[in-house]
C-alpha cells in the first residue's frame, strides 16, 4: 500500500497468489507506472482512538489530527496487535503478531535479526530511511531500529538514573527538529521513508501550558491536545518544504491507555477497546478519497495497511490506477508473492463494482460480499473483465445467478 510504497513486512502470507494468478499480475504489472512518493509514518504512543474528534470525541479538541483525517482514509475499528510499545511496533514494522516475531514485552525481548522490516525493504529498494523516536524502549538496541539509514534513539541513561526505563523518553519538539533536521539533509533526488513516534500521551501526563489548564484535572487528555499541536506544526514544516501533499501519510498508534476503564489505569493487562482500539489515518498523495471511512475491521500492522490502502485506491479509480500502484509496490522492492497477492485483490475490488452493476441490471441487489473473493476471482477469470465489455458482463451474471443455488431468489 502505499506506494504506494509501504513495503512489506517479511515472509510470504499464508494466502500468497498461486503461480498462475503471479503470472498473470506480473503480466499486468510490467510497462505500469513506477513512481516512488515519500513515505511518513507518525505514530503517537498511548492514544486512545476516542480521544479525537474524528472518532467521535467531544472531551478534547483535535483540529489538527480531524485535518488529516477530513483529508484521508479513517479506518474506524483499527486495533493495535498489543497494547505494549515496542511488541505493537514490532508488529508494525514486520507485519507479524507477536506470537511470529517473539517480541512480548518493552524488557527483555530483541527483534530476531532474520524478521525483514519495512525500512528494510524501502532501504533496499533506494529510499533514505529515518527513525526519530521517541522512547528509550523503542532504541535501536532493541531491533526495531533496523533498516534506518538514520535512527535518532540517544537517549542519556546516566542522567535518568532510577527511573523507570519504559518511561525514559524525549519531548516530542525535540523529535520532530531531529526528524526535519535529517529531512532538510536528505535533499529531493531520492524517496524517503520516515518514521516519527511521539510518546506524550504516555504517563506521566505533564502536558504544557495551555493545556495544563485548559484540561485541568484532565492531564492525559492535556497531552493527547498537546500533541495533536504537535502534528499540526509538523505538518506545518512538511509544507513549507514542499514535502507533504505528495507523501503518503500515515498515523496511527501503538495502544490505548486505560484510564480507570474495567480498573486498568494504564495498559498492558488487559486487551478491551481501551488499550487496543487505536487510530488509523491514511493520507494519499493528493488527497485522494479524503473524506472516506472505513468501518471493516483492521489491525494496525502494515501488511494490513497495505491491504486497506489498496482497496482505498482500486475502488475509486479502478483497475487502471490499481495496476499502476501495484507496479509502485512492486518497484519498491515487495515481496514478489505478497505484491502479486496484493495486485490480485486490488484488481479484484477495482472489478467488482463493475459486475454488481451487471447484476444491478439484471434486477439483483449485489452478488458479492467483501468476504466472498473466492467466488468473484472464479468469475474474474472466466471473464476475463478488463477486456470485457458490460454487456457481456450482464449476461453472463444473469445466467449465472439463474444456475446457482447459493444465490436463490436473488435474480
Known sequence: ???????????????????????????????????????????????????????????????????????????????????????????????????????????????????????????????????????????????????????????????????????????????????????????GEEPFFLWLHLFDPHDPYEPPEPFRSEYQGRPYDGEVAYTDSLIGEFRAALEERGLFDGSVIVLTSDHGEGLGDHGESYHGFFVYDSTVHVPLIVRLPGGVEAGREVGDSVVTDFQGIQWTVADCYSDLYGASLARDHAANLYDAGLDVALATTLAKKMAIRASEHAVNEAFALTGGHGLYTDTDYGQLLHDMKVLRVAGGSLEVLRNYVARRVLRADDYEGLG
Open 1 to 187: 500500500m502505499l506506494a504506494l510504497a509501504l513495503a512489506a513486512c517479511g515472509p510470504e502470507p499464508e494466502d500468497a497468489a498461486p503461480s498462475s494468478v503471479r503470472a498473470d499480475v506480473e503480466h499486468l504489472l510490467r510497462g505500469a507506472s513506477s513512481g516512488q512518493p515519500p513515505v511518513i509514518l507518525i505514530t503517537i504512543d498511548t492514544l486512545r482512538a476516542d480521544r479525537l474528534s474524528s472518532y467521535g470525541s467531544d472531551r478534547v479538541a483535535t483540529p489538527h489530527l480531524d485535518r488529516l483525517a477530513a483529508e484521508g482514509v479513517r479506518f474506524a475499528n483499527a486495533s493495535s496487535t498489543v497494547p505494549f510499545t515496542l511488541p505493537a511496533h514490532s508488529s508494525i514494522m514486520t507485519g507479524l503478531y507477536p506470537p511470529s516475531h517473539g517480541v512480548r514485552e518493552n524488557v527483555g525481548y530483541v527483534l530476531a535479526p532474520e524478521l525483514v522490516t519495512i525500512a528494510e525493504r524501502f532501504r533496499d529498494a533506494g529510499y533514505r530511511t529515518g527513525g526519530f523516536v521517541s522512547a528509550f524502549v523503542l532504541d535501536a538496541r532493541w531491533g526495531i531500529g533496523r533498516g534506518f539509514d538514520t535512527y535518532v534513539d540517544d537517549f542519556d541513561l546516566d542522567a535518568m538514573a532510577g527511573a523507570n526505563l519504559g518511561s525514559v523518553q524525549r519531548a516530542g519538539p525535540e523529535t520532530i527538529a531531529h526528524a526535519l533536521e535529517w529531512l532538510d539533509g536528505v535533499g
